[in-house]
């Protein structure tokens, strides 16, 4: 019995029993029904002649290969491999087919039979959910399935959202697709699955007494099933109908929640799947934090609060000073977090004009003032699901913070120019190396707000508390700007480094990573030592005592002479007026000498 293997990408191989002028393609008209995008809507055809069978490809885009030769028709013979798109097909003509699957048609051509269907349908969606990597594209199919076994007009999915009062939604009908906020969900229905957390069916009888949204939108029939995965609500799950044929009953309230089931299963293992895969990677050396790098109790105090905090949607007020990398901790903190595969959207408080930024926050429509010449969504409207970091938020002038509180207390905003006020979710990381307390004394911060941004507070620590860390973070920097100059490589010598160690940092990682690329830069040997360093890290204490350095290595005993020896050059320079003749003198050395150390010092003295 002549038969074909059919070997879908991400599917289960089944068997297909050949008949003539048996025909595949992407169209439903077809007697097999292949969804692939590469595959014509009419792609080929199986026919039997006097010679055999053969297949005919039917003027298809993109061909029919068999034995991975492009046909027009070919004669098959057992173990040829035709190819349609994607899709494998083997031609086999033995007494028992190959597999014990038999499927007559494709996975995704519409059965006869009810049951045949929803069963189905949970295959599919047990299959797709772990497969698919995009939640709404998931989520839409499940949508347009459930309307087409259940016979309904309308169908929705909630998803409870982090950190909102509200729920996510994607909506389908059989005519396409609406805004989520056409369909109305009865209080009923919405009190039954969020509070109680049961499955519920609504009737419109057209008597006084029945739900007024159904009467309202001409609905008959309604369910609505939680999306629970364990004691977690993840949303729920909403279909209705108008036509009376297609009134629901208990047992399809029954398969829904087991369609819903199946769904939550799938949302909450996927969730914790990412996080465990952000956390990872975030925290991971080569991850987004690969720049926190520390083995210090500050750091590793740092890393442990944003495990800790990051799974979390709360909002995060950073506090630090300028340059050690709050933006980094910002974005580690988004990486971590549920909204992880969301927008990370950034916005400097202190860098825009005080008249742009509601603009820049909020948004704009056409024409909403001078200039305004075309619509313009705001930082909170592009952040909306995901995370909006606001740098610098002590700069943020006192009407623009009146805006974000109500933004964060009523989960909208208001665009100039806009009648209506637009939805947003964002969770809210702020940053500052202001002390808040003190501006909201001065009254140039609202402690309302304060109070709202504040609900998990970190701290970054100055690189001068890091000493330990300074070492590895050098070599870190060091290496990666080395990689960008397209350079092997570079060490740095333990004097350098104990040079590095002495120094305060006043702008902390910032400045150290744009020392360490103007050290790759000025190195000529694979190496980095101390007059590759710039002068005024050899500055040290003027009021250092011997005592305080007896416990030092060597290597930073060493790095010292230098602090002092610019300290001579300096007093000597001064004392002979600049003339550097007669500074060379009272050092007891040659002006050649005192001219190198003058050059490698930096101190930029004219000889007069």
């Known amino acids: 019995m002549p038969y074909l293997v059919v070997r879908e990408p991400g599917q289960v191989s089944y068997t297909l029993p050949l008949k003539d002028g048996l025909r595949l393609g992407r169209s439903e008209q077809n007697d097999v029904v292949l969804d692939d995008h590469q595959v014509s809507r009419f792609h080929a055809r199986f026919t039997r002649s006097e010679q055999g069978w053969g297949v005919e490809d039917l003027r298809s885009t993109h061909g029919t290969l068999v034995n991975a030769a492009k046909i027009t028709t070919h004669v098959l013979r057992a ?69 087409d076994v259940l016979g309904g007009e309308r169908a929705l999915v909630g998803l409870a959202d982090p950190g909102a009062r509200g729920f996510r939604r994607l909506a389908r009908t059989r005519e396409g697709d609406p805004g989520p906020d056409d369909i109305a969900v009865s209080r009923t229905l919405l009190e039954a699955v969020t509070a109680r957390r049961e499955g519920v069916i609504v009737h419109n009888s ?7 949204t159904l009467v309202r939108a001409g609905i008959l029939t309604a369910m609505a099933v939680p999306l629970l995965a364990g004691s977690l609500l993840l949303g729920f799950l909403y279909v209705d109908a108008r ?156 009407a623009a913070q009146a805006k974000v509180l109500r933004a964060l207390q ?36 609202r402690e309302d707000l304060y109070y709202r941004l504040n609900v998990v507070e970190l701290s970054v620590p100055p690189l001068r508390e890091r000493g330990e860390d300074v070492e590895l973070l050098s070599r ?59 002068a005024r890290l050899h500055k040290g204490p003027r009021d250092a005592a011997p005592a305080a350095r007896e416990g030092l290595s060597l290597a ?21 007026r600049g003339n550097l003749s007669e500074a060379a003198r009272q050092l007891g050395i040659t002006r050649i000498m005192i001219k190198r150390r003058i050059d490698r010092f930096g101190l930029g003295f004219r000889d007069e």
């Open 556 to 576: 930073e005993r060493f790095a010292a002479l230098d602090q002092t020896e610019r300290r001579l050059i300096e007093e000597a320079l001064k004392a002979a």
């Open 410 to 445: 009523e989960g909208e905003i208001q665009p100039l120019g806009a009648e209506k006020p637009v939805h947003v979710s964002v969770r809210v990381v702020s940053a500052t190396h202001k002390d808040l307390t003190e501006e909201i004394a001065q009254k140039r911060f």
């Open 243 to 398: 036509r009376p044929s297609s009134r629901f009953t208990p047992q399809d309230l029954d398969f829904l929640m087991a369609v819903g089931h199946l769904m939550a299963a799938a949302l909450e293992s996927a969730q914790r799947y990412r996080r465990m895969e952000a956390l990872a990677e975030a925290l991971g050396p080569e991850g987004p934090a690969g720049e926190l790098i520390g083995a210090g109790e500050p750091m590793r105090r740092l890393k442990a609060q944003i495990q800790k905090y990051g799974a979390s949607t709360a909002n995060v007020l950073i506090q630090g000073e300028s340059g050690t990398g709050k933006e980094l901790v910002a974005r580690t903190l988004h990486n971590v977090s549920p909204r992880a595969a969301a927008p990370f959207v950034t916005l400097n408080c202190a860098a825009i004009p005080e008249s742009m930024v509601e603009s820049e926050l909020f948004g704009h429509e056409k024409g909403a003032f001078t200039g305004a010449v075309a619509r313009k969504r705001g930082k909170f409207v592009l952040a909306d699901g995901g995370t909006l970091f606001l740098d610098e938020i002590g700069d943020l002038g006192l």
């Open 206 to 212: 057209g008597e006084r007494g029945a739900p007024s």
């Open 79 to 147: 173990g040829d491999r035709v190819q349609v798109g994607n899709v494998l097909l083997v031609f086999r003509d033995d007494e028992e087919p190959e597999l014990v699957h038999q499927q007559a048609t494709a996975a995704f051509a519409p059965l006869q039979n009810d049951s045949d269907r929803r069963l189905q349908l949970v295959y599919e969606l047990s299959r797709a959910a772990f497969t698919l990597d995009d939640r709404d594209e998931l989520l839409g199919r499940a949508l347009h399935s459930i309307l």
């Open 476 to 534: 870190a920097l060091l290496r990666s700007a080395a990689s960008r100059m397209g350079k092997r490589d570079l060490d740095i010598t333990p004097a350098a480094l104990a040079v590095l160690k002495a120094y305060d940092w006043p702008g902390n990682v910032r400045e150290l990573r744009n020392e360490m690329e103007r050290a790759a830069i000025d190195a000529e040997l694979p190496i980095v030592d101390t007059h590759n360093l710039s």
